[in-house]
């Protein structure tokens, strides 16, 4: 049987406010271990609202959702931290980092909260991802100091420290030039290849989502190919 | 499970970031607890002054006889005019005397009694000083003057001279300082006292008294119990009044009304001849509790303040460390901790700063005709109003940062990320 890292079993969200309205509607997919998935659809699809379903940040749903086989649906905060915490991996559109840490401090902060590893352990750990991702002379500047391409990158070093099972993101590239778009997705080819990771990535360019394993479409809230 | 070295790094990041905030917020505590510190210490140091003018020159229980007309006149006797309603006109004091019955064994009962700290008889009489041609009314009381300085803190209020030199010297008087100003006299010289019922003793200034309320120091002076009671013609047990110094002075109201009863005299205690004293006391710490808790309800709005914008400031960031795995939990004791430690580090600067008022004051000159004892402020140290100070500044920033980091607990990282 093949092993699915993440399930959504008929997922449907309404926004109550304003106005009534169905955002999601019945979405049932699946990403299987060491997948690279691309979601695209037209603004205001419904992409970023399902990425937060899945990464467990939003609980305001019905249907089901399954991390590594296991019900996510239902758990308290406490244990959806944990879980975020442990095992999803997320970059964001606008690379949040905490500006008045260091880069170093920044990629470190999940794994100190897991606390599995000694300081000096995850230390290490944190270099040898910002290495991989070629930025690690970065590692002692100030976030707020370094350009968007390279931030864009320590975000990536932060989603992996803890070795996640699935790495999200929602549109990573939307806001890098295309050099460093193009970057950004040799990277996360790479983690696929050698590291086995699983990917779920909202994107709009097309261009890049054709390089990836498979395409998921959405339409109006709805999955209409994938 | 809670990591706290992440979660005090990431606190302490904020405060040092944010470092002219942090230093207002302690500073807003430093003041609130140096202000507690300092009233509190001078507050109780005048309290206490006060209490030992008044209440250590009071006896815990007084014994004497009142000189009063009698409860139940002879025609309530009569039992032909029973039910009546009588009139009596002029009606004057029993006769009786002012002295004590049975003195000496009541002394000795008290003596014995272990609630007793001490017993001291006491023979008032009224006398005129002679000094040429002066003559001024005052009292003299006979005292047995070793016993008196042991129960009481009489020998503070000998100026000159010493409760010894006293003992030593039967014809010694220890006289009242208004009188010795008066009449321009001093240790050494001599003071000649007559009786009301005329007879002349001259004594040897022994020593000057002075208790620093005027009213007492213009009339009062002390001399040996036998040597008053020869001046008045009296056996040596004519007593008429015994003060006692119980060891608990709480003890004093029960005690005081079970000895009315079973000697049949006056005995009044030290709660019911002061109870004006406590109230100033009270109003006193009133005084320094309400100061110091407004100052520390506005250090605690300092602190809500600075935490409410920290957090709207860090709102991206409290996304981010959730997005990232850290639970509402993490996110509030993040900022719990930035109280707590604005609260640790304003109060223990607050304690350094009224431990050291409080040091200053105590050593301002602080000189007074009324308390010759006093030559400093008094200031009444002690480490409970430091343990006080510092559960205070806790509590006050714990509730001031509560509010704000449950606030941060609450935000929701989907909101925030997508920016609406
Ligand atoms: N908090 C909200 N309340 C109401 N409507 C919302 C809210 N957030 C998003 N929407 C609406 O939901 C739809 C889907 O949004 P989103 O998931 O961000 O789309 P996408 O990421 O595909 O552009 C949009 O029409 C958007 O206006
Ligand atoms: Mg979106």
Redesign the interface.
């Known amino acids: 049987m093949m092993k699915y890292v993440l399930e959504a079993r008929h997922i449907d969200k309404h926004f109550k406010k304003p106005v009534d309205f169905h955002v999601l509607k019945d979405i049932s997919f699946t990403v299987r271990q060491g997948e690279f998935a691309t979601v695209m659809g037209k603004s205001g699809s419904g992409k970023?609202t399902l990425l937060?379903i899945l990464?467990t940040?939003?609980t305001d749903y019905t249907g089901e959702l399954y991390l590594n086989g296991g019900l996510v649906t239902g758990k308290s905060?406490?244990i959806l931290?944990?879980i975020?915490?442990?095992h999803i991996g997320?970059v964001?559109q606008f690379h949040?980092?905490?500006?008045?840490?260091s880069v170093l401090e920044n990629v470190m902060?999940?794994g100190?909260?897991?606390?599995a590893r000694t300081?000096e352990q995850i230390e290490r750990d944190a270099r040898e991802k910002l290495e991989m991702l070629n930025i690690g002379y970065l590692a002692e500047k100030r976030a707020s100091r370094i350009s968007g391409g390279e931030k864009q990158r320590v975000a990536i070093a932060?989603?992996l420290i803890?070795n996640p099972t699935i790495l999200m993101g929602d549109e990573p590239t939307g806001n890098l030039d295309s050099y460093n778009a193009e970057n950004v997705l040799q990277i996360f080819t790479r983690l696929k290849e050698e590291q086995g990771l699983s990917l779920l990535v909202v994107t709009h360019d097309l261009d890049f989502a054709q390089r990836t394993d498979r395409i998921i479409e959405m339409e109006d809230g709805r999955i209409i190919k994938s | 499970m809670t990591n706290w070295s992440v979660i005090l790094n990431i606190a302490k990041t904020h405060l040092l970031t944010k470092m002219k905030s942090t230093v207002t917020a302690s500073l807003g505590v430093t003041f609130g607890i140096g202000a507690y510190i300092t009233l509190v210490s001078f507050m109780t140091g005048l309290n206490q002054m006060l209490d030992d003018l008044i209440l250590n020159q009071t006896p815990h229980i007084h014994l004497y006889n009142e000189i009063e007309p009698s409860p139940k006149q002879p025609v309530n006797l009569y039992g032909d005019l029973e039910g009546a309603f009588n009139v009596v006109h002029s009606v004057k004091p029993k006769q009786s005397q002012r002295k004590i019955h049975n003195a000496l064994p009541i002394l000795d009962y008290l003596k014995k009694d272990p609630n007793v700290k001490g017993a001291t008889p006491q023979l008032r009489i009224q006398i005129f000083y002679l000094s040429g041609s002066i003559e001024l009314g005052g009292n003299l009381t006979g005292v047995d003057v070793m016993e008196e300085a042991r129960i009481s803190n009489f020998r503070d209020y000998i100026v000159s001279g010493s409760p010894e030199a006293l003992r030593n010297l039967d014809s010694g008087i220890l006289l009242g300082a208004g009188l010795a100003k008066k009449m321009s006299l001093g240790v050494g010289d001599r003071v000649q006292v007559s009786t009301v019922t005329g007879g002349i003793f001259p004594l040897k200034i022994v020593g000057i008294y002075q208790s620093g309320i005027a009213d007492i120091d213009n009339i009062q002076s002390y001399a040996n119990l036998n040597t008053v009671q020869r001046i008045s013609g009296e056996a040596q047990n004519y007593i008429t009044d015994i003060n006692v110094k119980l060891n608990a002075i709480s003890e004093a109201p029960a005690m005081a009304q079970r000895l009315e009863k079973q000697f049949g005299i006056r005995a009044t205690d030290i709660n019911t001849a002061n109870a004006q004293f406590e109230t100033g006391s009270d109003i006193r710490n009133l005084i320094t509790y309400a100061v110091s808790i407004t100052l520390l309800i506005v250090a605690g709005f300092g602190i809500y303040n600075i935490l409410n914008m920290l957090i709207y400031e860090k709102m991206n960031d409290i996304a981010i460390l959730k997005a990232t795995g850290f639970s509402g939990r993490d996110v509030q004791l993040i900022f719990m901790s930035q109280a707590i430690i604005i609260g640790l580090i304003g109060g223990f600067l607050g304690l350094l700063i009224g431990f050291g008022l409080s040091v200053f004051i105590d050593q301002l000159p602080f000189n007074t005709e009324a308390l010759p004892t006093i030559t400093t402020f008094p200031v009444n140290m002690q480490f409970r109003y430091y343990v006080i100070g510092i559960v205070f500044a806790l509590l006050s920033t714990f509730v001031a940062g509560y509010l704000p980091s449950n606030k941060a607990k609450k935000i929701d990282p989907v909101r925030i990320i997508r920016g609406t």
């Open positions: 970023s937060y990464s940040m939003d905060h406490q931290s944990r975020r915490n442990e997320f964001f949040y980092l905490l500006s008045e840490f902060l999940p100190k909260k897991l606390g300081e932060r989603a803890n």
